[in-house]
């Protein structure tokens, strides 16, 4: 039985010499890898579900938004949506279809569609920056009451109509309290304050991608930074590393993550920042155990013999094979990066409000009134659950095929 | 052996240090300082009364001086060797030896640490002590299930049934149980909170009837208290503990003493029960001890939807409220608490696996 | 291959755990036997030390003392003209009248203390009062100030000194006779500087000395005379000396439950009680006036509300007071709930405004919010009434002034500023902010855009939802309001420091309140209460004025002219006054609204027929 992690990865590039014992072309490592884990239905399932929600989240504002996409008041058109956007929605627009171009164009070494795709982003969100003035002070009722008025010859709407931040100024009656269940015009009711919960569903999935991505990243940076300076010079930094790492260990995550948020504030980064640096210990614990067991091979002697920086043995040489564990914790860590946010907006300590995440809305669901307002845990909580489990499922699928016991070619 | 124990109980020194320092910088960095908890109480004063009274506190419990030294002086009380009798100032020549271990008073609640820990440590231990033989038990039956049935449909439902559960976010669960579970609109099987009855005082402690009417004596009522959130504890514990358990289990299986015993003609569930299981058993009593801290996590958010006043609660309340000495006394006892639990494990685990030794 | 750990052993483990957790539950058990044993004994104990005393009595042949009432149906109430317990009185002549039963009130937070002086929070001080007396009190339904533990007093001309004369015949809940000793003794302790209550003593420092003149009459004197002096005086809780002198200061300070006093209840022990344990206090038998109906009260303490909703639902507790108004409106909806429930939707006095307020200066500068103009606008801008009904759901008044629209402070003649945006905006325009740039922002005349910071503290969903309708009603004037939450603590200190443009935040109000504190100039001093740094020098001179005038009559019409100056200014933008909504279970009878709020609980009571706890 081969050992998947001892083999070094092979550039995809590099021109594969036909091999005469084998009967198909040899792939790199990363790509048998992807190829084992989403050959089960699970983890297809829950791959589609994943790019499902990225997808509604970078469209979110052509999918959810109060501002018409074409208008025709008064006989001139305008198009209120596009006026509306602001950087950040171009630039993940952008960014998606750059990466969409970048899929299908095998031709460039996957390096250099890295770097395209990587580099746009910046520059697209510095033009944006300059050139994009959205509006300030919308108020989100004004084509509603136009359309009453009879005044709109013709509109092109979103497919949801409402905007997170339209507290539906205009639908307001005094024997028709917020929130409202379920019906026609709402998909999902709308919450305590009066916006809508179906543009809040599509809103948040961007915020929730978010939180996972930044904060496993960051995770993920901490932790094999620290791991592998522990595990590469054993002795007195190992020790002193250990302890840190018992600290962050024995110390509940959730009290540390309430300390921290409770302290510095409930900007979302801030929170992600944080999610991050308070769950980087597993990462370290499993970069620490490959580094000791891979320092003793060969080809570490090699490199570090032929007088390789310490830089580049530990990131080009070793670190490419200590992988394995790392992707198995980075799915699992995306999912309760979530689940933790939804925890602390539980808490109270969410986000701002106008824009909720997913926890947020699942905290109004039992707001003070004592009645159960059904929509506002059934739709978040259901979208929180296949989220947190996709990223469940394809962790278990990698654990799986990266286990070479568990194999079923022996 | 016992060397070993000195070795590990030492190393938990820096540890406890460590964790303790994390907290407090965190807390003595925000905003407000620590001053800032005890303003909330009060209400519309006077500014020169609101002054008189944040310097009467600040002096009354040191807050007036340097961030060090209001660590290291609270170090030196909760340590039980240390300078006796020092107060607010610094003196430098007090006898050095054992004493007291002293936990402080609470800022907030003006009452020692000692009195509320005392109050609130039963009762998360409790909850604890009911949820990880729960956990323990299906998990382990479950992997051991899904292990015998690999592949099959059972195997692979009952994985994806663990990893459902443990994706449900326990605030959500926990709510949908009060809502549905605890209501007198639905069904109301369960209390709604707390961990006794107003009238729980004068119940008898066993159940009985009395005159035809079954009457729950304390010893029920606390029972049917813990239920919900025992469940709403240990639920999530299933699937990471009945993973490792099945893969264990699937590496010996196929392990050469496993195929020696089937060799010798031993039936298939003599090879599990006796054999196999108690080798895989192994990796479950090393993770067991960092299930503890993960418990001790989630019984906070389990603890203030269901109103139990425990070590969880009282956190919540102090970080809050700032208020450093219970902040920083509490994680010193559950520190102490996690670690010792840990060297348990791993003193447990010596005594399961014979190959294993400390020396 | 050695069987190290067996079937056999794992039984006998399994086995001696078992043993050990009976022995334990055995343990406790026996423990809450002894509770029960010790609480039967100490009443055995009172009853037959009340029997000596009986016993005394009627060998010295005495008549029994008229002022131990049973609030019997004679026609000269036994505590002369100056009854207090006249209402309680009343209630107990009624037909379906009966002693009995429990009372089961929820708390919304935790109580931390219940020795008197050194807790702070309004839980503690809701259940000290019905423990410990003070010399006089309101009248619940007048106002008019009654004598409880004195029958008279006389205020000295110049304002400076009062004289009180104390009942005959008082007592504690343990026997031992109240006397002017344990007034002064009050006054004392609370003065010591090593008991651990800077907060009343700040409040009590301006009374210069408490004198003792007779066995039963003691003198207040004052530095200078204050039209709160009376109350001050009135309102000090008269704590017994035989029991409080036995405590070292730094006892004192650390205990949680040493409350005796001479109230219509008391604690069964009182020095047992521990946070987290139930508070239940039992009707003090001693009680040297009327004793009220209920046999016991009982405290439940509930961190979270919907747990406290949920248990009101249930049963388990009889009176939920303080109901969000969406709790209230779901709960009306309920026919069953209401079926057996009663309740009521008052103005109380104590309950408090919402406002939002407007700092005048940033950076040393005057801000833009230090134009008259800007502020009459912005308070032109939102639509109060309509804020009552989203987020009060129509159970709130709007609010003209820092005065509650029940007392006597306030103007009625006063109306409130109108929701009018175009006269709003045209104020703008005059003010200078007429241009708006190509971002839908108005420009200031320096050309800065109108944006600021709307300040508020976390975690209440209460005022997320204000601010997010402020956040749009300001947006049609072409206004942006960034909200800004921020934890209490983090809040405070902002506030203090006066680092914030504009505030949402409530005051809580008293039967007559002194504005001093929030509108007077003098108080633009650091950490003082006029953060927004207001200053009108009427003002400030009316104010003064109010403070020194004992007379009432004089003191409202100073009171109204000060309403009349605020008003037109507008430092803070007055929102509403919510009303207190409260749901009490229907087996109780009597409870009604009056000035007060709803009438105390001693005149409260359950008929025979439905009482529900029969201990």
Redesign the interface.
């Known amino acids: 039985m081969s050992s998947a992690a001892a083999s070094l990865p092979v550039p995809a590039s590099a021109p594969q010499p036909p091999d005469a014992t084998s009967s198909f072309p040899s792939r790199s490592w990363l790509h048998q890898v992807v190829a084992a884990t989403f050959a089960g239905l ?1 983890a297809r399932l829950s791959l589609v579900w994943i790019c499902f929600v990225g997808i509604v989240g970078v469209f979110a504002p052509m999918l959810a938004n109060s501002h018409p996409f074409l208008i025709k008041i008064d006989g001139s058109w305008s198009s209120p949506m596009l006026q509306s956007f602001t950087p950040t929605d171009v630039t993940l627009l952008v960014g998606f279809v750059l990466t969409l171009v970048a899929l299908r164009f095998r031709r460039i070494s996957a390096a250099k569609r890295v770097a395209m795709v990587v580099g746009a982003i910046p520059i697209t969100f510095l033009i944006s920056y300059f050139t994009l003035h959205p509006p300030l002070t919308p108020t989100y009722e004004q084509y509603r009451k136009e359309a009453r008025l009879g005044r709109v010859q013709w509109v092109l709407n979103a497919p949801v109509p409402y905007s997170p931040q339209d507290i539906l100024t205009d639908e307001f009656s005094v024997d028709r309290p917020h929130p409202w269940a379920p019906d026609r015009t709402h998909w999902a009711g709308t919450n305590s304050f009066g916006s809508d919960i179906t543009s809040h569903l599509i809103h948040a999935c961007r915020i929730a991608m978010a939180i996972g991505f930044i904060a496993s990243a960051i995770e993920l940076v901490i932790g094999v930074v620290v791991g592998g300076l522990m595990g590469y010079f054993v002795g007195w930094v190992d020790l002193i590393g250990m ?2 790492v ?11 993550l ?3 948020v ?3 504030g409930r900007d979302i980064y801030i929170i992600m920042i944080i999610i991050g640096v308070t769950g980087w210990v597993e990462n370290a614990r499993f970069v620490r155990a490959e580094f000791l067991k891979l320092r003793q091979q060969d080809f570490v002697y090699a490199a570090v013999a032929s007088g390789l920086p310490l830089r580049s043995v530990i990131f080009r040489h070793i670190l490419p094979n200590a992988l394995a564990p790392l992707l198995v914790s980075t799915s699992f860590g995306v ?1 309760s990066a979530i ?1 933790y946010e ?2 602390l907006s ?2 109270g300590l969410g986000i701002q409000i106008g824009e909720a995440s997913w ?1 947020q809305l ?1 905290n109004e ?2 707001s003070n009134g004592g009645g ?1 307002y059904w929509w506002l ?1 059934i739709f978040p ?1 259901v979208a ?2 296949f989220t ?2 996709a990223y ?2 394809v962790g ?1 699928a990698v654990r799986d095929a990266l ?1 070479p ?2 194999q079923s070619r022996a | 052996m016992l060397t070993y124990v000195i070795r590990r109980l030492l ?1 938990m020194i ?2 406890l240090i ?2 303790t320092l ?2 407090f910088v ?2 003595a ?4 300082g620590v001053g ?2 005890l ?15 944040e310097a ?2 600040k002096h ?1 419990y040191g807050l007036d001086q340097p961030l060090y030294r209001q660590y290291l002086r609270w170090l030196n009380h909760v340590s039980p060797i240390g300078f006796k009798d020092v107060g607010p100032g610094w003196p430098a020549s007090l006898p050095f030896g054992f004493k007291a271990v002293d936990l402080g ?1 609470s800022l ?5 640490v000692l ?2 820990v005392e ?1 609130a440590l039963p009762v998360t231990l409790l909850l604890n002590v009911l949820s990880t033989p729960l956990i323990y038990v299906i998990a382990v039956t479950s992997g051991i299930y899904a292990a015998r049935r690999r592949g099959a449909f059972m195997d ?1 439902a009952s ?2 049934t663990l ?2 559960l ?7 669960v926990g ?2 149980m ?2 549905y579970l ?4 639905y069904w ?1 099987s369960f209390p ?2 707390g961990l006794h009855d ?2 729980s ?2 119940m008898a ?1 066993l159940p009985h009837w009395i005159g035809g009417h079954f009457q729950r004596g ?2 029920l009522d606390t029972l049917w208290h813990l239920v919900l959130p025992v469940v709403c504890l240990s639920y999530g514990g299933f699937a990471f503990l009945s ?1 490792l358990m099945r ?1 264990a289990m ?2 010996n299986l196929a392990a050469d003493f496993a195929r020696t015993a089937r060799a010798k003609g031993l039936k298939e569930n003599v090879v599990v029960m006796r054999h196999v299981l ?1 080798n895989s058993i192994l990796p479950l009593i090393t993770v067991g001890a ?1 299930v503890l ?2 418990l ?3 019984a ?2 389990v603890e ?4 139990i ?1 425990g070590m969880g ?1 009282l ?3 102090a ?2 409220a ?1 208020d450093q000495e219970l ?1 920083m006394s509490e ?1 010193y006892v ?2 102490i608490v ?2 010792l639990s ?1 060297l348990v494990a791993d003193l447990c685990y010596a005594l ?1 696996d ?1 190959r294993v030794s400390y020396e | 291959m050695e069987n ?2 067996g079937v056999k052993d794992f039984v006998i483990f399994s086995l001696l755990v078992v043993m050990i957790v009976v022995g334990c ?1 055995l343990m406790k ?1 026996i423990d ?1 036997q002894w ?2 044993l010790r609480s039967i004994s100490s009443t055995l104990e009172d009853q037959s030390k009340d029997l000596r005393d009986v016993h005394d009595q009627l060998s010295r042949g005495v008549v029994v003392n008229e002022n131990s009432g049973t609030g019997s149906a004679s026609q000269n109430s036994p505590f002369g003209p100056n009854d207090p317990f006249d209402r309680i009185e009343a209630s107990q002549k009624l037909s379906e009248y009966a002693k009995g039963d429990w009372l ?1 009130t929820s708390l919304a937070g ?1 109580v ?2 219940l020795t008197p002086l ?1 807790s ?2 309004m839980y503690a001080q809701d259940i000290q009062g019905e423990i410990l007396e003070s010399l006089a009190v309101r009248n619940p339904d007048t106002l008019d100030w009654k004598g409880l533990l004195a029958k008279s007093w006389q205020i000295s001309p110049d304002g400076l000194r009062i004289t009180f004369q104390l009942r005959d015949g008082l007592h504690f809940s343990d026997g031992e006779p109240l006397t002017a000793d344990d007034v002064v003794f009050s006054y004392s302790f609370i003065m010591n500087d090593k008991i ?1 209550c ?2 009343d003593r ?2 009590v420092e301006r009374i210069t000395s408490v004198t003792k003149t007779g066995p039963l009459e003691v003198v207040f004197a004052y530095k200078e005379p204050f039209f709160q002096a009376f109350d001050l005086a009135a309102s000090i809780f008269i704590l017994p000396k035989h029991f409080y002198s036995k405590f070292t200061p730094e006892d004192f ?2 205990s ?1 439950g040493y409350v005796l006093g001479s109230g219509p209840y008391r604690m069964e022990d009182p020095i047992a009680w ?3 344990k ?1 508070i239940e206090l039992v009707r003090n038998e001693r009680y040297w006036g009327v004793r009220p109906g209920f046999n016991r009260l ?1 405290y ?1 303490e ?3 509300d ?2 406290r909703l ?2 009101f ?2 049963g ?1 507790i009889d009176d939920f007071y303080s109901a969000a108004p969406e709790q209230y409106r779901d709960m009306l909806a309920d026919p069953q709930l209401v079926a057996r429930t009663q309740h009521f939707n008052y103005q109380d006095p104590l309950w408090g405004y919402r406002y939002v307020a407007w700092n005048e200066k940033r950076d040393d500068k005057p801000s833009r919010f230090a134009d008259k103009r800007v502020r009459q606008a912005m308070t032109m801008l939102l639509d109060r009434e309509r804020m009552v009904q989203q987020i009060e759901l129509g159970y709130a008044v709007v609010a003209t002034s820092p005065f509650s629209p029940a007392g006597k402070q306030c103007d009625p003649s006063i109306k409130p500023w109108p929701y009018d945006p175009d006269k709003a905006i045209q104020l703008l325009k005059d003010a200078g902010f007429a241009k708006v740039n190509d971002q839908g922002v108005r420009l200031a005349p320096d050309g800065t855009p109108f944006r600021f910071k709307l300040t508020y503290p976390s975690g209440s969903g209460n005022y997320d939802a204000m601010v997010l309708i402020i956040k749009d009603a300001l947006a049609h004037a072409q206004i942006v309001v960034d909200p800004d939450p921020l ?4 809040f ?2 902002r506030l203090e420091n006066k680092n914030f443009e504009a505030i949402t935040l409530g ?2 109000t008293g039967i007559e309140d002194d504005i001093y ?1 929030m509108f007077d100039s003098s ?1 633009m ?5 006029d953060f927004i740094s207001y200053k009108n020098p009427e003002l400030d001179q009316t104010i003064e004025q109010a403070r020194r005038t004992v007379a009432d009559d004089q003191r409202m019409t100073l009171w109204h002219k000060a309403h009349a100056i605020i008003h037109e200014d507008q430092p803070y933008t007055f929102l509403f006054f919510p009303k207190h909504l409260r749901f009490v279970d229907a087996r109780i009878h009597n409870v009604e609204v009056i000035k007060l709020g709803l009438n105390p609980l001693e005149e409260w009571f359950v008929p025979r027929l439905l009482q529900k ?1 029969t ?1």
């Open positions: 699970g302890r840190v018992e600290v962050f260990s024995a110390i509940p995550t959730i009290y540390l309430l300390a921290f409770a302290v510095y999912a689940l939804s925890t539980f808490l926890g699942l669901a039992v159960f845990a909580g929180v659950f947190v489990l469940n499922l278990e286990d016991k568990l | 190393l820096p540890t460590g964790m994390v907290l965190i807390m960095a925000s905003p407000g800032a908890s303003r909330s109480a009060e209400g519309n004063m006077r500014p020169e009364q609101r002054r008189e009274i009467y506190l009354r008073e907030q609640r003006r009452t020692s009195s509320l109050e692979m994985g994806v990893i459902a443990w994706s449900l976010p326990v605030m959500c709510v949908l009060l809502g605890a209501n007198k609109d109301q709604v909170g107003t009238v005082d004068s402690f304390w010893l993973k893969a699937l590496e108690r960092s801290p993960s001790l996590g989630g906070l958010i203030s939807i269901f109103s006043n609660r956190m919540i309340d970080i809050f700032k902040v994680t559950i520190g996690s670690l840990l399961a014979p | 190290r750990f539950l058990q809450r509770d029960q089961v935790h931390a203390k050194l702070g929070d651990n800077p907060r700040s409040a300070n650390q949680v521990k946070p987290g139930l009982v439940k509930f961190g979270i919907k747990a949920a248990a639902r249930n388990e934890e209490w603590a983090t405070t200190d005051w809580g504190q108080q001093i650091a950490g003082g209460d706890y201990q």
